[in-house]
């Protein structure tokens, strides 16, 4: 019994060590399955990368061929257009040249007929006997006026007109720049609305001298500079004045005098003479304000081309004290129209002349119908630096 006991537990080892060989048979099999399962996968991943692959160059090199056509297209429509806008282009430029060209000789004719004016020195003569009469009257005027040359050489002005657009914010961000300023007339009127104050005043206009004597005389603070005939035809002294010699004749083309002493031409407009008078104190960039170039004008019941009260001259309402004052400043005035005809073409002569000098001068006016000076932004120019 023991024996046959041992034999049975020796055939149970013998089954379970067979059993375990199987075993691990049967998992080296399935190992051996799934590798292969595996590798068919790869294999069959790799075939699909490969093809993946050749469509993907495939359709880059169709979009490479697509763009180079579309290149080679766009560059030749290109051209095509380059060529027709050059033609243009030079046909307008020639055409500009051609026109320029017929200008420049008009105004060089016209400078020919007027040199006789300086070669005999009939301006010179005329602005010196207005000075030594003046300063047989005013004793040193000619000094005081002299002592003005060169004074700012190399800088920046303001030349500030009277026109609708002037605003006194404006003139307030010129004195917090602390930028030099010339004026005229009645820019007093805005006095009340502002504490900037012109560094030079100016006046030419014998009919306005006549109406406010009084009140130019109360100014001070600041040069007057006052046409000599106001003294010598008209008999208006001005307190504290500095007179200057004025040609005044209506002659075309105007002449530019760099030394104000020789005289100061007519232009039509006190802004021309106060742009002159800047070139002779050394300014070297003037900017122009408050200079609309505006004659708003109406025709009466006889046909004729009149000043329509209407419409706003200057800045302020209170300019004049009434309709009848504004009328009689306005009434050695033959013919308006002509004479802002006259007043634009002044205008060119004086833009030729600075440019001649070297004399850099724009318009920064708030709108108005001056375009003779480059235009400049007056918000953006004073956040340069000036």
């Not at 006997?129 to 003005?148: C, H, T």
């Not at 920046?156 to 026109?163: H, R």
């Not at 010129?174 to 502002?194: D, M, P, R, V, W």
Request: charged share 30%; aromatic share 10%.
């Amino acid at each position: 019994m023991g024996m046959k006991k041992a034999e049975i537990e020796q055939n149970i080892k013998e089954i379970h060590y067979r059993l375990s060989k199987m075993n691990e048979k049967v998992q080296r099999l399935e190992d051996e399955k799934l590798i292969t399962k595996l590798s068919e996968q790869i294999d069959m991943f790799q075939k699909r990368i490969s093809d993946l692959s050749d469509e993907l160059y495939a359709h880059i090199a169709k979009q490479d061929q697509q763009i180079i056509q579309y290149m080679e297209e766009t560059a030749d429509d290109l051209a095509k257009r380059i060529k027709c806008f050059s033609d243009e282009i030079y046909k307008h430029i020639g055409s500009q040249q051609s026109a320029r060209n017929e200008q420049w000789e008009q105004y060089r004719e016209s400078r020919r007929q007027e040199e006789w004016m300086t070669k005999f020195c009939y301006d010179s003569m005329i602005a010196d006997l207005q000075m030594s009469q003046i300063e047989s009257i005013v004793p040193g005027n000619r000094k005081r006026l002299a002592g003005l040359k060169n004074t700012h050489v190399g800088e920046t002005c303001f030349v500030i007109g009277n026109g609708p657009s002037l605003q006194a914010s404006d003139l307030d961000m010129l004195k917090q720049k602390q930028i030099f300023c010339l004026a005229s007339k009645g820019i007093y009127t805005i006095f009340n609305e502002t504490n900037w104050r012109p560094d030079i005043w100016g006046v030419s206009d014998l009919d306005y001298l006549e109406l406010k004597q009084e009140e130019v005389n109360r100014l001070n603070g600041f040069p007057k500079l006052v046409c000599a005939p106001a003294c010598l035809r008209k008999g208006i002294l001005i307190r504290n004045a500095i007179y200057y010699p004025f040609i005044q004749a209506e002659r075309t083309p105007t002449f530019f005098n760099p030394d104000i002493l020789r005289g100061i031409h007519f232009y039509g407009t006190i802004t021309g003479k106060l742009i002159n008078v800047a070139v002779y104190m050394g300014f070297k960039e003037i900017c122009l304000l408050g200079c609309d170039h505006t004659c708003p004008i109406k025709t009466d019941e006889n046909g004729k081309k009149i000043l329509d009260m209407s419409q706003r001259l200057h800045f302020s309402n209170d300019y004049y004290q009434n309709e009848e004052e504004q009328l009689k400043a306005y009434q050695s005035v033959i013919d308006l129209e002509s004479a802002m005809q006259y007043v634009t073409s002044a205008f060119r002569d004086i833009k030729y002349a600075c440019d001649t000098l070297g004399v850099k001068v724009y318009n920064a006016t708030r709108g108005g119908e001056l375009e003779v000076f480059p235009r400049v932004d007056m918000d953006t120019y004073m956040q340069s630096d000036k």
